[in-house]
């Protein structure tokens, strides 16, 4: 079975300070990658996606990842936090069979919080 | 902007009842999915659904469960005989189909919370 590694449980940062939340996965074909995040008493909501192409992508309110197919890794930052971005961030991998049905595969999720 | 929508958003039920967690997806949608999480751990997959059949489960997709789509907006999951471990958030999720490079993206419903006494 495919997994997603997330390994960072829970952030916390002052605003202005740099990001970076780690994912990584397990297959090793053609994979679909995304982050969604979830602001608290909110629904999951796509914050960026990767399908091909320029494996660095750039998503809603100045998120970035970049997509290093070597390192099986789908990273997530944005240089400059603020308060508001404070939520849970997802990743999750869904593997490309051709086929427009497909299971997302999601990491553990990570808790961010930024200090005022 | 469009939204997944679902009902109830909370359920308490006692164990071995019959509980039918209800969505509507995006209107122009024709893929629907079903996932959990319970406290603390990963959201998971259940079952994806097209042209009015299952296109894939999860192994925790047993034969207490059941989706069905009985009219054109929406799409339920019913669990027969509800267990403990059964107490989850449940998300319902549709993505469009189609071509274009936002086919594949599922959009989630803001979840119903389970809890099973």
């Known amino acids: 079975a495919q997994s997603v590694s997330q390994h960072n449980h829970h952030v916390i940062l002052s605003e202005a300070a740099s990001l970076e939340l780690g994912c990584n996965y397990s297959?090793?074909?053609?994979?679909?990658l995304f982050w969604y995040v979830q602001y608290p008493g909110q629904h999951l909501q796509l914050l960026l996606k990767?399908?091909?192409?320029?494996?660095l992508v750039k998503g809603i309110k100045g998120f970035e990842a970049e997509f290093i197919k070597s390192k099986f890794s789908f990273n997530l930052r944005k240089p400059s936090v603020q308060w508001s971005d404070t939520a849970e961030y997802f990743c999750?991998?869904?593997?490309?069979?051709?086929?427009?049905?497909?299971?997302?595969?999601f990491g553990r999720g990570t808790q961010l919080t930024v200090w005022p | 902007e469009p939204e997944v929508t679902q009902t109830p958003s909370h359920q308490v039920t006692q164990m071995g009842q019959e509980v039918i967690l209800r969505c509507v997806p995006i209107?122009?949608?024709?893929?629907f999915y079903w996932y959990r999480q319970i406290l603390g751990q990963k959201v998971e997959f259940l079952v994806s659904f097209y042209n009015n059949e299952i296109s894939e489960k999860s192994e925790i997709f047993d034969d207490q469960f059941s989706v069905e789509r009985p009219d054109g907006s929406n799409f339920t999951l019913k669990i027969r005989s509800t267990k403990l471990e059964d107490s989850a958030m449940y998300f319902c999720?549709?993505?469009?189909?189609?071509?274009?490079?936002?086919?594949?993206?599922?959009?989630f419903g803001p979840g119903t919370r389970l809890l099973v006494l």
């Open positions: 999720a549709s993505s469009e189909g189609g071509t274009g490079t936002g086919w594949e993206t599922q959009y």
């Open positions: 297959y090793g074909g053609t994979v679909n």
């Open positions: 999750a991998v869904k593997v490309d069979r051709g086929s427009t049905l497909g299971r997302l595969y």
């Open positions: 990767y399908f091909s192409g320029d494996p």
């Open positions: 209107s122009n949608h024709l893929y």
